[in-house]
Antibody, heavy 113, light 107 residues
């Protein structure tokens, strides 16, 4: 059974940093490309970052390029999203996702002064 | 970037009626198209993967079809619990994209 648990969200001031984590089980983590997807309140879904199975290839949405980084620890089945220089428009629920598998409940990031 | 266009954006349907939602991709994506259902204050729930593959635990009234650029989600015999927003999503490109969503309301 696939389980995905995101954590690390919270309320943070603009310009500050936050690190999200995602622990997953129930699929072969070390051979899976993984993604971070966010959903702003009342809005649709946006994929902000992806990382290849071995971490050698990473892609970012233009909206977060240069501010967010993605990494993974295959020994811990954990995915990370380092978010720097946060803006109010980064306020959203953040989900980690694997193609064709269920998602977790997400972790809420609120950027506000 | 692969753009996914869903239609309609809103649909009001009576119980037991059939619902059809379409998703058109701006370029061919093979069968790398998935459908999600999202209810208020819940995370998206996977309904159909790779265009037509069913998901364990999802009612059989949900089905998907299509390939290339044109895809369809069908809900046969709509039930009250199906009121939700439905999203298509492509995993053909490294950075996924999503349709804008279709809100289904029960009449």
């Amino acid at each position: 059974q696939v389980q995905v648990v995101e954590s690390g969200g919270g309320v943070v001031q603009p310009g500050r940093s936050l690190r999200l984590s995602c622990e997953a089980s129930g699929f072969t983590f070390s051979t899976s490309a993984l993604h971070w997807v966010r959903q702003a309140p009342g809005k649709g879904l946006e994929c902000v970052a992806m990382i290849s199975f071995d971490g050698s290839n990473k892609k970012f949405a233009d909206s977060v390029k240069g501010r967010f980084s993605i990494s993974r620890d295959n020994s811990k089945n954990t995915l990370y999203l380092q978010m720097n220089s946060l803006r109010t428009e980064d306020t959203a629920m953040y989900y980690c996702a694997n193609s064709g598998y269920p998602w977790g409940q997400g972790t809420l990031v609120t950027v506000s002064s | 970037e692969i753009v996914l266009t869903q239609s309609p954006e809103f649909q009001s349907v009576a119980p037991k009626e059939k619902v059809t939602i379409t998703c058109r991709a701006s370029q061919s994506i093979g069968r790398s198209l998935h459908w999600y259902q999202q209810k208020p204050d819940q995370s998206p729930k996977l309904l159909i993967k790779y265009a037509s593959q069913s998901i364990s635990g999802v009612p059989s009234r949900f089905s998907g079809s299509g390939s290339g650029t044109d895809f369809t989600l069908t809900i046969n015999s709509l039930e009250a619990e199906d009121a939700a927003t439905y999203y298509c999503h492509q995993s053909s490109s490294l950075l996924w994209t999503f349709g804008q969503g279709t809100k289904v309301e029960i009449k």
